[in-house]
C-alpha cells in the first residue's frame, strides 16, 4: 500500500502536463489520501515492490522512523497546498513531483533508489531555483548539484562494490573492509550539498533569497528535513557511525561561518538563508553525536526550525513596508524568530536545551559552547531585523492573502504550545531516533531475520 | 587566491579518487556469489536452481534473454520509473523556462542532399528505433536507446524542414505512456497487492512474446523517451526576442 504514497502522485504529474490545471486542485487530496494511507498504515511495513524478496528487489520500508519523517514531510506539503497563490502557474506539476520523490527519498530502503530520488528532488529544485528569474542561482545550484550527485552514485557503487548489496539493511549486515573509509567521504561529498554542509552551501542564500516565496519554504522545510533524516539513516543505520566525526566538525563550522555571514547581511531573506545554513549545520552536528538523547534534539530542533521557517520566509518575501498594518503577520513572525534563537517559553528553546544537556552527558564541551555563540550571533540579527520591521511607519498594508496569514499565525501557535508542551514534537522525534539507532531491528524487519 | 585554492580542492579530490580506485578489486577477481547479481543472472531470486536454456526454458520468474533489462525492467524496475521521471522532470523545466520563445528561423533553403536523403533515411531511423525497444528483452537496446533514435530522426525532420512544428500530440503521448507505465505498476497492485508486478505469463526465454509485461513497458518508454526528447529538441529550436 505504502507504494501508492509515490505512484499516485507521479501519476497525477504525468496526467498533468496534458490536463493543465488538474495540478493545482488534485494537490491537497493527494497529500490527504497520503496521510490517510500513513493513519492506516501500521509500523514496520516493509513492501517488496515487483514482489522479489528483500535483498534482490527494491524495498519500500515504513518504520518508525520514515513513518514520522512522511508525515511531517506531507503536512508540510498540505499547508502549502492551502496557500496555491504562491506557486505560480505551471509550477504545480514540480510540486506534485517533488512531493514524489520525497516520500520515495524517505520510504526507499534501497541505495541506488534513494540515488534515484535525490536525482528527482534534485531536478525539480533547479527548477524552483530558476523560478522569478534566478538563472545565476539556479546555475550555480545545478553544477554543484549535479556534481554532488554523481559523488552519491560513486558512494553507492562503493558499497556495491564492497558489501554486493544495495539495499540498506543488507549492506549495513555485511561489513566493507577496507573500503570503509572510502564509502563514507563519497557520501559526506553526496549529501552534504543537499545538507547544507559549510564549504558546499554556496548555493544556498542565491536560491533562496530569490524572491520567490515558493522556493524557500518548500525547500528549506520539507526537503531539509528528509535529507536531515536521510543523513542520520545512512551514517547511522548503514554506516554503523563511522566518520561521524568529519560530520561533527563540518557542522559545527556550518554553524559559525552560517551565523557570522547571516549577521552580515543587509537582505532580511539572505540573512535566514544563511540562519537556514546555520541550523542544518547545528542538526548534523547533534545527529553527529549519535547517541539516543542528541538524536532527539537533533530532530527535535529540526521540526522546530522548519516550523519557524514557514512562517519566516513566505512572510519575508511579501512584507516591505513593516508590520504597522499587518499586526498579526508580525507577531507570527516575532514568535517565529524567537523561537529560532531559543528564547525560554518558545519551541527552540526546548531543542537547544535537549541537545545541550545530550551533548554535557557525553562529556563534550564544544558543541555547547558553539550553540550559545550561534545564539547570541542570532539574537543579534533576528532583534535587529524586528525592530526594523516593527517601527517601520507605513501607511498601506502588505496585501499577505488571508489564507497565509491564517497558516502562519496557527503554526506560531503552535510553535508557542510546542514551547510549554513539547511532548507532540518530542515523541515523534524520539521515535525517529530510536528507530535509527536501531540498526538490527532495521535489518530484522527487511530481511526477515536471515 | 580564488583560482588557486579551487584548483587545490580539485587536486585533492583528484588524488582522493585516485587513491580509491586501487580499493576496486581487479577485473575478474570478484566473487559473485557474495554479490545478489549472481541471483539476477541465473534467475535464481526465487530459488529456481535449474539451468536456462535459450529458447527452450518456459515460466522462468523472469523471461527476458537480455539480463540488464531483467535487472533493469523487472528486478529493479522501480528504478527504471524513477529514472523516468528524472527525464520527465528536466524536459518539464527545459519547458517552464524557455517558455513563450519563438521558432527559430534561418531563412534559407536546407541543404538539397538533407532534404532527399531525409526523404529516404527517416523511416529507416524511426524503424530502427522501433526495432531497438520493441526488441530491448532480447537484444541490447530498450525504451531508451530506440527513443533517443526515433527524436534524431525527429530532430533530421527540424534540420531539413524550416516549416517543421513538432505537434501538441508529442506532449500528450509523452504523458498518456508515462501513465501508462505507472498503471502498469497499479494494475500488479490491484491484481496481486504489489506494485510493478509482472502479472503476465513470462513464456519461453528468447521468444519476441515473453518476459510478462517487460516489453509492454519497453514500448511504453520507447514512445515517452521519443515524444519526450523530441519536445526537448523543439524546445531549443527556439530563439528569444530582440
Redesign the interface.
Known amino acids: 500500500m505504502i507504494?501508492?504514497m509515490i505512484?499516485i502522485p507521479?501519476?497525477f504529474?504525468?496526467?498533468s502536463?496534458?490536463f493543465k490545471g488538474l495540478a493545482k486542485y488534485a494537490l491537497p487530496f493527494i497529500v490527504l489520501l497520503n496521510i490517510l494511507i500513513l493513519l492506516i498504515a501500521s509500523t514496520p511495513v516493509v513492501?517488496?515492490?515487483?514482489?522479489?524478496?528483500a535483498?534482490?528487489?527494491?524495498s519500500l520500508v515504513l518504520d518508525d522512523a520514515s513513518y514520522y519523517v512522511v508525515l511531517v514531510v506531507n503536512l508540510i506539503f498540505l499547508l502549502l497546498s492551502l496557500i496555491p497563490q504562491i506557486i505560480d502557474k505551471?509550477?504545480d506539476?514540480?510540486i506534485l513531483?517533488l512531493l514524489?520523490?520525497t516520500n520515495?527519498l524517505v520510504l526507499t530502503g534501497d541505495l541506488?533508489?534513494s540515488f534515484?530520488?535525490i536525482?528527482?528532488t534534485a531536478?525539480?529544485a533547479?527548477?524552483l531555483a530558476?523560478h522569478r528569474n534566478n538563472p545565476y542561482g539556479a546555475f550555480k545550484y545545478l553544477i554543484i548539484g549535479g556534481i554532488s550527485g554523481s559523488f552519491y552514485l560513486l558512494g553507492t557503487i562503493?558499497s556495491?562494490?564492497g558489501a554486493?548489496?544495495?539495499?540498506m539493511a543488507?549492506i549495513s549486515n555485511n561489513s566493507f573492509g577496507?573500503?570503509t573509509a572510502?564509502i563514507a567521504?563519497?557520501f559526506i561529498l553526496g549529501l552534504g550539498v543537499e545538507a547544507k554542509l559549510f564549504p558546499l552551501a554556496g548555493w544556498v542564500p542565491d536560491v533562496y533569497a530569490s524572491g520567490s516565496s515558493l522556493t524557500p519554504t518548500i525547500l528549506g522545510t520539507a526537503i531539509t528535513f528528509a535529507i536531515m533524516y536521510l543523513t542520520g539513516r545512512i551514517f547511522i543505520t548503514v554506516l554503523h557511525g563511522t566518520f561521524l566525526d568529519v560530520l561533527y566538525i563540518l557542522g559545527l563550522l556550518t554553524v559559525i561561518v552560517g551565523e557570522v555571514a547571516a549577521l552580515r547581511q543587509d537582505k532580511l531573506l539572505r540573512a535566514l538563508a544563511y540562519s537556514s545554513i546555520a541550523q542544518a549545520g547545528l542538526v548534523v552536528a547533534a545527529i553527529s553525536l549519535n547517541n539516543i538523547d542528541s538524536l532527539t534534539g537533533a530532530y527535535f530542533h529540526s521540526m522546530n526550525d522548519l516550523t519557524a521557517k514557514f512562517i519566516l520566509f513566505p512572510i519575508a518575501t511579501v512584507v516591505i513596508k513593516g508590520f504597522e498594518k499587518d499586526r498579526l503577520a508580525g507577531f507570527a513572525f516575532s514568535v517565529a524568530s524567537f523561537s529560532l534563537i531559543g528564547f525560554p517559553l518558545f519551541a527552540g528553546f526546548r531543542s537547544k536545551l535537549l541537545i545541550i544537556s545530550s551533548a554535557f552527558s557525553a562529556g563534550n564541551y564544544i558543541l555547547p559552547a558553539v550553540l550559545f555563540f550561534a545564539s547570541i550571533v542570532e539574537a543579534a540579527y533576528l532583534l535587529k531585523w524586528n525592530i526594523k520591521l516593527w517601527f517601520e511607519k507605513s501607511d498601506t498594508s502588505n496585501n499577505i492573502p488571508w489564507n497565509l496569514k491564517t497558516i502562519v499565525l496557527v503554526l506560531s501557535i503552535l510553535l508557542l504550545i510546542i514551547g510549554i508542551y513539547p511532548d507532540l514534537y518530542l515523541d515523534a522525534s524520539r521515535k525517529i531516533a530510536q528507530s535509527i539507532l536501531d540498526t538490527q531491528g532495521y535489518i530484522n524487519s527487511v530481511l526477515g531475520g536471515i | 587566491m580564488r583560482r588557486f585554492l579551487s584548483a587545490l580542492i580539485a587536486l585533492g579530490l583528484i588524488i582522493i579518487l585516485l587513491e580509491f580506485l586501487n580499493l576496486i578489486p581487479d577485473f575478474g577477481n570478484v566473487d559473485l556469489s557474495k554479490r545478489v547479481s549472481n541471483s539476477f543472472i541465473n534467475k535464481s531470486v526465487d530459488g529456481n536452481n535449474e539451468t536456462i536454456e535459450f529458447k527452450k526454458s518456459k515460466d522462468l520468474e523472469d523471461g527476458s534473454a537480455n539480463v540488464v533489462t531483467s535487472i533493469v525492467v523487472n528486478y529493479r524496475s522501480f528504478d527504471t520509473l524513477g529514472e523516468v521521471t528524472v527525464l520527465f522532470t528536466a524536459a518539464l523545466g527545459v519547458g517552464l523556462i524557455l517558455k513563450g520563445l519563438r521558432r527559430k528561423r534561418f531563412y534559407r533553403e536546407p541543404n538539397f542532399i538533407l532534404k532527399t536523403a531525409n526523404g529516404i533515411l527517416l523511416p529507416l531511423i524511426f524503424l530502427f528505433g522501433a526495432y531497438i525497444f520493441i526488441h530491448g528483452h532480447l537484444t541490447p537496446g530498450g525504451g531508451f536507446p530506440g527513443g533517443t533514435i526515433i527524436a534524431a530522426g525527429i530532430l533530421v525532420l527540424y534540420l531539413s524542414n524550416e516549416k517543421f512544428e513538432l505537434s501538441h500530440r508529442a506532449k500528450i503521448l509523452e504523458s498518456g505512456m508515462g501513465t501508462v507505465y505507472v498503471l502498469f505498476g497499479l494494475v500488479g497492485l490491484i491484481l496481486s497487492g504489489i506494485f510493478l508486478r509482472n502479472f503476465l505469463p513470462t513464456g519461453v526465454i528468447g521468444e519476441l512474446f515473453s518476459a510478462g509485461i517487460v516489453p509492454l513497458i519497453y514500448v511504453a518508454i520507447g514512445f515517452k523517451v521519443g515524444a519526450e526528447l523530441s519536445n526537448l529538441i523543439s524546445e531549443f529550436q527556439k530563439e528569444g526576442q530582440q
Open positions: 507504494s501508492l505512484a507521479l501519476l504529474a504525468f496526467v502536463i496534458v513492501e517488496n515492490i515487483g514482489g522479489w524478496k535483498p534482490f528487489g527494491i505551471g509550477y506539476t514540480i513531483l514524489t520523490s520515495g541506488f533508489n534515484v530520488f536525482e528527482i531536478a525539480a533547479y527548477i530558476y562503493f556495491y562494490v554486493g548489496s544495495l539495499n543488507h577496507q573500503l572510502a567521504i563519497l
